[in-house]
């Protein structure tokens, strides 16, 4: 097994202060592996970057058109959002065309990711509730399943009832996985969450990227609208000036860009056919964001004009309490070929 190696540094000054290591998978809608950095077989968490197979069985059992989903909805399914009012609408509209309530959601409560949101519910003295946690349009995708499923809505979570197993049977189908080769345990929104070889992971941006290839019609088409929904409203897959917003924008329908809990992050290269898993080993998201920018600049992905757009997530500067620039976080690996590595997915 190949050792993690350093993505990401952060230096005050010009001097490193924190090191952040990893790996870098980056394979075609084949499977094979065209780069890589570190361990590409390396088992992940999905965490998030897993929700545009999540929402899958949504689109494919024909859940979303009997409940009129719209593509803003859908993204919103696929997102870990911030929170912010565009947010809670959304999700709002969904609970009420499929006739549930925000007490429906067992995703729990937390604070918005946005501080201003947070602070507006403060000042109206409004306790955060489930509807503003980042995964509440997954969940609220998942209650229409399990709806249009006629299964329990009260278990829709479990890792045994109907909705769960169609993700794991999506999941299986697009990473070309068995049911061995893949881990489980529970995310944080309370959904049975998995893991599975990071280049497997990549493998599956690339198809979400490039589904032509896929045999299955219903499959193929869902997850086309999938991702035109992400790209189409990238502020519902995360909100405003975040980073996957931010990148989805630059790439102008050309990427695919969602992130995940401990350092995870996924990219798919519509007009390439080429998926970018990456995963920080440890688990600080910080390091995610630059190492992403950096390989799209290395794949040439990236146009000058756009790479600047995204220089803020690239360098990030390091401030102090006055606000000046004391250091900087930079990416620093660079991509091996993939025959120096694994050669092809196994």
């Given at each position: 097994?190949?050792?993690?190696?350093?993505?990401?540094?952060?230096?005050?000054?010009?001097?490193?202060?924190?090191?952040?290591?990893?790996?870098?998978?980056?394979?075609?809608?084949?499977g094979n592996l065209l780069y890589g950095v570190g361990d590409v077989g390396r088992m992940m968490f999905t965490r998030s970057t897993l929700k545009p197979v999540q929402a899958v069985p949504l689109v494919q059992s024909g859940a979303a058109d009997r409940f009129l989903l719209n593509d803003r909805e859908l993204a919103i399914c696929c997102g870990s959002h911030n929170g912010e009012e565009q947010h809670t609408q959304v999700v709002r509209s969904m609970l009420f065309r499929i006739g549930l309530q925000e007490e429906n959601l067992r995703c729990g409560?937390?604070?918005?990711?946005?501080?201003?949101?947070?602070?507006?519910?403060?000042?109206?003295?409004?306790?955060?509730?489930?509807?503003?946690?980042?995964?509440?349009?997954?969940h609220t995708g998942m209650l229409a399943l399990a709806m249009h499923l006629e299964s329990d809505i009260s278990t829709y979570y479990e890792a045994e009832h109907p909705v769960q197993r169609k993700v794991l049977e999506a999941l299986l189908e697009l990473g070309e996985l068995t049911k061995d080769q893949v881990w489980m345990g529970i995310?944080?929104?309370?959904?049975?969450?998995?893991?599975?070889?990071?280049?497997?992971?990549?493998?599956?941006?690339?198809?979400?990227?490039?589904?032509?290839?896929?045999?299955s019609p219903s499959l193929r088409q869902a997850i086309q609208r999938i991702t035109q929904a992400m790209t189409k409203y990238p502020e519902m897959v995360s909100g405003t000036r975040e980073f996957c917003t931010e990148m989805m924008k630059a790439g102008n329908g050309r990427i695919i860009a969602k992130g995940g809990a401990e350092g995870g992050y996924c990219l798919g290269l519509v007009d390439k056919g080429i998926g970018i898993a990456i995963k920080v080993g440890d688990g600080n998201g910080r390091a995610a964001h630059p190492a992403a920018v950096e390989v799209l600049r290395q794949l040439d992905a990236l146009s000058p004009e756009e790479l600047e757009a995204l220089k803020e997530f690239h360098t990030p500067a390091?401030?102090?309490r006055r606000g000046e620039q004391v250091g900087s976080v930079e990416p620093v690996f660079r991509l091996k070929e993939g025959r120096a590595l694994t050669g092809t997915i196994s």
């Open positions: 097994m190949l050792m993690e190696e350093t993505l990401v540094v952060v230096k005050r000054g010009n001097h490193v202060e924190s090191v952040h290591a990893g790996s870098i998978a980056v394979v075609d809608w084949q409560a937390h604070n918005p990711y946005s501080q201003e949101s947070y602070l507006e519910l403060v000042k109206k003295g409004i306790k955060p509730g489930p509807i503003h946690n980042n995964c509440s349009g997954k995310d944080g929104c309370g959904i049975p969450n998995f893991a599975i070889p990071l280049n497997k992971l990549a493998h599956i941006y690339a198809k979400l990227a490039r589904p032509d290839e896929i045999q390091v401030r102090n």
